[in-house]
């Protein structure tokens, strides 16, 4: 049996420090939609993979999972959001930044073959925006998996 290719991704679910917070950042500055609304808990509305939130504190009274924060800064994931050019990703940058999203620089060109710009949630989550440059993901990627 293996795991990693027998199961389908279907939600991820932020651990987050407070969920009135992480609610107001996703609705008000990113624009999702909220799907589901729980004590401790939302979800949201995406054409693919679910974005959820869990409170630290409420998962860890309900099923004992630690509830300790990270340290400010400390980025445990990164979601990532491929986009359809790298004009899409200026665009999200200059829309998102007028929101009042915090973004750690400019979008670039990189090494990769992607141009790329990345923002953090109110709890340190890293956001990646990217589009592949003309070629794609070439060879870069292909080297590295060997």
């Given amino acids: 049996m293996h795991f990693g ?15 009135e917070r992480t609610v ?6 990113l624009g999702f939609k909220m799907r589901r609304r729980a004590e401790g808990f939302a979800d ?15 998962i860890n009274a ?17 979601i990532a959001v491929e986009l359809g050019s790298p ?3 200026d665009g999200y940058y200059k829309s998102l930044t007028a929101n009042g999203v915090p973004f750690y620089g400019e979008p670039a ?9 990345y923002f953090t ?7 990646e925006l990217y589009a592949w440059l003309k ?6 990627h292909e080297e590295h998996a060997k």
């Fill in 62 to 78: 309900h099923t004992g999972v630690s509830s300790r924060v990270s340290p400010r800064g400390a980025h445990k994931v990164c």
């Fill in 135 to 140: 070629g794609g993901p070439g060879d870069y």
């Fill in 44 to 58: 949201f509305h995406n054409g693919g993979v679910i974005l959820a939130a869990w409170e630290l504190g409420h």
């Fill in 109 to 117: 060109n990189h090494v990769w073959n992607a141009r790329c710009a």
């Fill in 87 to 89: 004009e899409e990703v």
């Fill in 5 to 19: 290719q027998e199961v389908k991704i279907k939600d991820v679910c932020l651990l987050v420090e407070d969920i």
């Fill in 121 to 127: 949630d109110p709890d340190d989550t890293l956001w």
């Fill in 24 to 29: 107001d950042f996703y609705v008000n500055k």
